[in-house]
């Protein structure tokens, strides 16, 4: 997909990092996480401070003829559907088998791209599974419960993310990866 540019900061940057917001009928900017809204978009750096930043300078209002209803609410408003976005995702991923839940499992499937970790989980069985799998890279966002929802169980610590050759498969798992990234990337700069 073609780069975008932030209103903020002016770098130009993949959609995957960056959060669209298009003007709602009440006349306020509102976020558009899969990019699909009609109408002009303005493209801000997925983090609290870039949309606090816009809407204080009026950037909102120059590229979409109004602002922000709330600053605080539509923060955290985007926070959880970031959040319910990557979780949708992956309960896609592990019914179409691109995810596998349970630490035994993984080790048993030999090696995986990516892997999810419960934010409880010991840090060291996390890296000793890293190591196993030979992953490249590893989320801790959700809780167990959330881990344990996505694949059917009422909480788990681990699920990998396979590496698989089919077009559809591997275009799931990458679209996953980058939600994660937008949701790492927008929790590390709320903290």
């Not at 932030?6 to 976020?31: E, S």
């Not at 002009?40 to 997925?46: H, L, P, Q």
């Not at 599974?129 to 681990?158: H, M, P, Q, Y």
Request: proline fraction near 3%; include cysteine; glycine fraction near 12%.
């Amino acid at each position: 997909m073609a780069e975008r540019t932030c209103i903020i900061t002016g770098d130009t940057l993949p959609p995957h990092r960056l959060i669209r917001f298009v003007a709602a009928p009440d006349g306020y900017a509102v976020a558009d996480l899969a990019g699909r809204l009609p109408g002009r978009g303005a493209w801000v750096t997925a983090s609290e401070d870039a949309i606090r930043k816009a809407e204080q300078r009026g950037h909102f209002k120059r590229a979409l003829g109004g602002g922000l209803q709330s600053d605080d609410q539509t923060i955290s408003v985007i926070a959880a559907q970031l959040r319910a976005r990557v979780l949708s995702i992956a309960g896609l991923a592990r019914r179409s088998g691109v995810l596998l839940g349970g630490a035994g499992k993984l080790l048993a499937e030999g090696s995986c791209v990516g892997l999810l970790a419960a934010d409880d989980a010991s840090a060291r069985e996390t890296e000793k599974l890293r190591s196993a799998l030979a992953v490249d890279w590893v989320a801790r966002n959700f809780s167990a419960t959330e881990l344990g929802k996505i694949c059917g169980r009422d909480s788990i610590a681990f699920v990998g993310v396979r590496a698989s050759s089919s077009p559809g498969a591997k275009k799931l798992s990458d679209i996953l990866q980058q939600e994660i990234k937008r949701l790492d990337g927008f929790c590390s700069a709320v903290g």
